[in-house]
């Protein structure tokens, strides 16, 4: 009868050390876990301040550019260039331009010239209207939005939408250029 118990007492030994290694594999997995979470917390934290960083970068350029004062004669350039890339968009035989009420001379200036420069581009004619009606809010920095096919097909080519387009092209790169190489970065968009 000892030999059985203390077989049984052995068995109860291994139970209790079973036990006791279950409780420290488990705290320490806890101990894993609630490292890994504070990590993450922290990197996530400097990532947010980063993006943040990044939009003040953003917002100080677009400021800058409405802040400019703009050069009549290159703006005047940059709207006919605006408004043949739009028509190159467009490919319409109808076109409505749409554009602030302090650039309308400015706009019906640059039209003709426009016209051709499209016409030489793409051997097509096009019929251009400005839109006398409705003008683009005066809060805008420039540009115009060209209508074709009663609405459904639209360009804005304006100051603002071209500042953002650029902006989601250079991210990554204003990115690498302000934070390095990121080795673990999968994705560049």
């Known amino acids: 009868s000892s030999g059985i118990n203390a077989e049984y ?22 101990k894993k876990i609630q490292m890994s979470n504070l990590h993450n ?9 980063r993006e943040d960083h990044l939009q003040v970068v953003v917002e100080k350029t677009t400021n800058k550019l409405k802040g400019q004062v703009v050069d ?4 005047r350039d940059m709207l006919q260039g605006l408004i043949t890339q739009g028509l190159c968009q467009l490919l319409e035989p ?10 309308l001379q400015l ?15 793409s051997n097509l004619d096009v019929a251009v209207t400005i839109d006398q009606t409705n003008f683009l809010p005066s809060d805008i920095t420039g540009g115009v939005r060209l209508v074709a096919k009663e609405g459904r097909m639209v360009v804005v080519n304006t100051l603002e939408a071209r500042l953002e387009q650029i902006i ?19 994705f560049f968009d």
Do not use: H, W
């Open 94 to 103: 109808k076109v409505t331009v749409q554009c602030r009420q302090m650039d």
């Open 107 to 121: 706009v019906e200036g640059v039209l003709d010239a426009a016209k051709k420069q499209y016409s030489a581009l």
């Open 72 to 75: 009549i004669t290159k703006y």
């Open 41 to 49: 917390q922290a990197r996530l934290k400097l990532l947010k301040q």
């Open 9 to 30: 007492g052995e068995q109860e030994k291994q139970k209790i050390r079973a036990f006791y290694e279950k409780k420290e594999k488990n705290a320490e997995l806890q």
């Open 168 to 186: 989601k092209q250079k991210i990554p790169d204003v990115r690498t250029m302000l934070y390095g190489d990121n080795p673990n970065r999968r």
